[in-house]
Nanobody, 116 residues
Framework: QVQLVESGGGLVAPGASLRLACTGS????????MAWFRQAPGNEREFVGA????????YYARSVKGRFTISRDNAKNTVYLQMNTLKPEDTAVYYC?????????WGQGTQVTVSS
């Protein structure tokens, strides 16, 4: 299984940008379907976006489409979530997820707070 560590969270003002990174260890990262989820206080964890192992295809939740971009660098075992035009409702703990042939792994999460 892939071990995942997220980074890049923080406190930003509305309209700002952040880039999250998720670095994985293990030989299967480059063949893993990678996704980002988020969970706000009192809410269930929700899908944000995903990227195929080749990086050729991405998927986004309607709430972030056009503002967030997922990319990956398999040479660095890292997947990125570029978040632009952040809104207060984007405040949540963001989690990275790897799925490799049905085996899933989660990172510990990184906090993103959007507030003026």
């Amino acid at each position: 299984q892939v071990q995942l560590v997220e980074s890049g969270g923080g406190l930003v003002a509305p309209g700002a940008s952040l880039r999250l990174a998720c670095t994985g260890s293990g030989p299967t990262f480059s063949t893993s379907f990678m996704a980002w989820f988020r969970q706000a206080p009192g809410n269930e964890r929700e899908f944000v976006g995903a990227i195929t192992y080749t990086g050729f295809t991405t998927y986004y939740a309607r709430s972030v489409k056009g503002r967030f971009t997922i990319s990956r660098d398999n040479a660095k075992n890292t997947v990125y979530l570029q978040m632009n035009t952040l809104k207060p409702e984007d405040t949540a703990v963001y989690y990275c997820n790897a799925d490799q042939a049905g085996l899933t792994s989660w990172g510990q999460g990184t906090q993103v707070t959007v507030s003026s």
